[in-house]
């Protein structure tokens, strides 16, 4: 039985090792699977510790990392394939790479699986990629009718329906949004443009009132000179 331990902490020691310098690093390849002292494999690692290879997977991709955490996110859905978080954010680093087809394959069997939202939002998320905004916002909108209260999914939404000159609904998403994330600087600029280009140019100062006063200006010329 002390042995089973040992090696159960020999393995989480050198997936936390190997992993945390992953992220400082930049390393872009997965870890050789850990072996014990015996030299046989590890293992299987428990659901705590595939919750820990997730954390550290999504540090590397809030840093940037999104080719290194392509790299650990296939060693990790080998053991689980129909993984939701890890597909989701799988589909997420193949944006950032520029990799469109292979990340709406991703959000595709997602979709089939009725994983909502972040099947509908996904596809959005390629769409937009490709500039394809008409495609986009009925994928948005599916998304922000399955999370009404993400203020993200809300405000890519919105900007969707800016970029095709759907004002006055955009309006009322980016409202909602604002609501939600005051203090977002991209949300209130949004929110703006909305105003501005459906007739209401009064409220400007309002919706800007949160920012602070160094940066009104500046918002308030970028608003006024939008095209979409």
């Excluded at 705590?48 to 997730?54: I, K, P, T, V």
């Excluded at 993200?152 to 609501?179: I, P, W």
Aim: aromatic share 6%.
């Amino acid at each position: 039985m002390s042995a089973f331990v040992s090696s159960r902490n020999l393995w989480r020691g050198v997936a936390v090792a190997m992993l945390a310098t992953a992220v400082l690093g930049g390393c872009a390849r997965p870890p050789a699977p850990a072996r014990s002292v015996s030299g046989t494999a590890a293992p299987t690692p428990t659901p705590e510790e595939d919750q820990l290879y997730l954390a550290l997977i999504r540090g590397m991709a809030e840093q940037g990392q999104s080719q290194a955490a392509l790299a650990f996110l296939d060693d990790y859905l080998k053991r689980h394939p129909s993984d939701v978080e890890a597909l989701t954010l799988k589909g997420e680093a193949l944006l950032r790479t520029g990799q469109t087809d292979a990340a709406d394959q991703i959000y595709i069997q997602l979709d089939k699986r009725r994983i909502q939202p972040a099947a509908a939002f996904g596809l959005g998320q390629v769409r937009a990629q490709v500039g394809d905004w008409k495609g986009a916002v009925p994928q948005y909108a599916r998304a922000a009718q399955a999370a009404p209260t993400d203020a993200r999914v809300l405000n890519n939404y919105g900007f969707a329906l800016l970029k095709t000159e759907d004002y006055a609904k955009a309006y009322g998403v980016l409202a909602r949004a604002a609501q939600l994330s005051p203090d977002s600087r991209q949300i209130r600029t949004n929110f703006a443009i909305a105003a501005a280009n459906s007739g209401r140019d009064g409220e400007l100062n309002q919706i800007l009132a949160p920012l602070p006063e160094a940066e009104r200006g500046a918002v308030l010329t970028l608003v006024r000179s939008w095209k979409p």
